[in-house]
């Protein structure tokens, strides 16, 4: 069997815009590889560097803590819960393309998606206790751009509270949030997701190469105490014929 990594992360850079209004990482040298040259050895030299960011920076994963006081920070996740997940991938076409122009025809069509929302519907009666749900709707083509922020599809509560019933470990998605973010402050995904201990990972990208099953998702933070939320090197293994 030969293995196939598939990176689903987008890449941090200095100024990098996520989520428009929140702060950009800055990166300052502390230590330069000139400065280096006089603590060591002739010919050895080292470069440290300084990042200043949010953790909601890039593809990055949302703990309980992030949405409640008493949930659970980075610093307890269980890796079984973050690592080599079995992935089942949703496919929502015909969205990239026409940002905050709304849902067309075709996308009206399609069973539990009406061109943003995503419905409990679209799940179907597939077995998915234990796995990682990731949307694909082709919304990370507009990633670092003004599109990005204006007409980005989402998972709606009705989907989120059938993603909880049917026991997932992780819900992803490659659009601006999992929330729908224009005109309400209400964020019922993030609430019924993280309070079932169902981790959130953001911001994906890639996902529109994946099969709807035989995919594994790992997407682990760092193991940061008090802290909610954290960029992922989010990334799928794919086993196929040697």
């Known amino acids: 069997m030969s293995r196939q990594f598939v990176d689903l992360s987008h890449t941090i850079t200095e100024g990098l815009v996520t989520y428009p209004g929140l ?5 300052e040298p502390h230590l330069t590889r000139e400065d280096s040259r006089s603590h060591y050895a002739p010919g050895t030299e080292f470069r440290m ?3 200043r960011m949010i953790g909601n920076t890039g593809t990055y994963l949302d703990s309980p803590f992030h949405r409640y006081e008493g949930g659970g920070d980075l610093s307890t996740l269980a890796l079984e819960t973050l690592a080599e997940l079995p992935a089942v991938v949703y496919q929502f076409p015909g969205v990239a393309g026409t940002p905050t122009a709304g849902p067309s025809p075709e996308d009206q069509s399609e069973p539990g998606f009406d061109g943003r929302g995503i419905t409990a519907d679209a799940f179907g009666t597939e077995d998915l206790r234990g796995t990682a749900v990731l949307l694909s709707t082709g919304w990370d083509a507009y990633f670092a751009t003004p599109e990005y922020l204006l007409g980005a599809p ?6 989120a509270r059938a993603l909880v019933e049917r026991g997932v470990a992780l819900v992803g998605i490659d659009s601006l949030n999992i929330d729908n973010t224009e005109g309400t402050g ?4 993030h609430s019924l997701l993280l309070d079932a201990g169902i981790h959130v990972v953001e911001h994906l990208t890639n996902l529109g190469g994946l099969p709807f099953r035989g995919a594994r998702f790992t997407a682990v933070p760092p193991k940061v105490a008090g802290f909610g939320t954290f960029p992922v090197r989010a990334f799928a293994t794919v086993d196929g014929p040697a």
């Open 23 to 27: 702060p950009v990482p800055t990166f």
């Open 49 to 51: 560097d300084i990042i």
């Open 186 to 189: 209400a964020r019922p995904a």
């Open 154 to 159: 989402y998972l709606t509560e009705g989907g």
